[in-house]
């Protein structure tokens, strides 16, 4: 089960903070339930940096003292594009995390009345829902969810690059990794968020990957391509793992933070309600 209902309950508490940051075709960026040309007043939300300033309700500011931005009921719905990693390097824990924040963020947009849909990534995209909208499309979206199996390789930037294709109009995109990934994905998530995308990166990663405790001679075997390298996992060996783990996390801060962007690192034995909150947050871990 992917989550339970009192895991929904929190996720309710948790939807209507969920802001898509998105451009449409001739609207400059709008946060709504509906987008297109319309000037439909919807409702206030707490002004956040980076937001328009020309959208700020400056009498409202001037009754309370409060920032508060204008939201508009636009024409076209907003859809969250859940890419998730369907590479071997995922396999146990990590896909079942991964599948878990996918029905998560997708639950949150579906309650909202947007539209959610589910892209598998490995060697490019291997598996592409039919976007579906509103709470009774939740079944469907963990029906889908369930359709995303193992595969051996990984082109991460193909696969993003193809669902910026697929994609008619800009909307949520939401790509769920260990980012584990030998491809420039910088690039092809740099195009997306030029297309007008919101983007949000999360990174899922095993206990064992960020506190690894070996010591001696391995065989180690790529998941993904099968090649087998001998290595002698020593203090020296640790130290240079874990620093290009740490490079890996630091560009994907710097990534987020460029195209402004999410990031929320998840490790498969922790809560998941809490990396939520940030993923809602837009918190760069």
Do not use: C
Not at 116 to 128: K, P, R, T, W, Y
Not at 154 to 175: F, H, K, N, W
Request: net charge neutral.
């Amino acid at each position: 089960m992917l989550f339970d209902a009192s895991f929904a309950r929190e996720l309710e508490a948790l939807r209507r903070r969920l802001r898509v940051r998105a451009r449409s075709g001739g609207g400059g960026d709008h946060t709504a339930k509906r987008r297109g040309s319309s000037a439909e007043f919807l409702e206030h939300r707490p002004y956040a940096p980076g937001d328009d300033l020309r959208r700020i309700d400056w009498l409202a500011f001037a009754r309370t003292g409060e920032p508060v931005f204008k939201l508009f009921r636009a024409e076209e719905d907003v859809v969250v594009r859940l890419v998730v990693d369907a590479s071997a390097s995922l396999e146990g824990d990590k896909l079942d995390v991964a599948k878990r924040v996918a029905a998560a963020i997708g639950y949150m947009a579906l309650a909202d009345s947007e539209r959610a849909q589910v892209f598998a990534a490995s060697e490019g995209l291997a598996f592409v829902s039919e976007p579906a909208r509103g709470r009774n499309a939740l079944p469907k979206l963990l029906r889908d969810l369930d359709r995303v199996d193992l595969k051996s390789g990984t082109d991460l930037s193909r696969a993003i690059e193809q669902t910026i294709l697929r994609s008619a109009r800009p909307g949520m995109l939401v790509v769920i990794s260990d980012f584990m990934d030998s491809g420039p994905f910088d690039a092809a998530i740099t195009r997306a968020a030029a297309a007008g995308h919101d983007v949000a990166l999360v990174q899922v990663l095993s206990r064992d990957e960020v506190e690894p405790h070996y010591d001696g001679d391995f065989a180690l075997v790529d998941a993904e391509s099968s090649a087998v390298v001998e290595v002698t996992m020593d203090a020296g060996a640790l130290e240079a793992y874990l620093a290009r783990l740490n490079q890996l996390v630091l560009g994907l801060r710097a990534l987020a933070k460029k195209v402004r962007g999410g990031y929320t690192r998840v490790v498969t034995d922790e809560p998941l309600l809490p990396a939520v909150r940030r993923f809602v947050g837009r918190v760069v871990d």
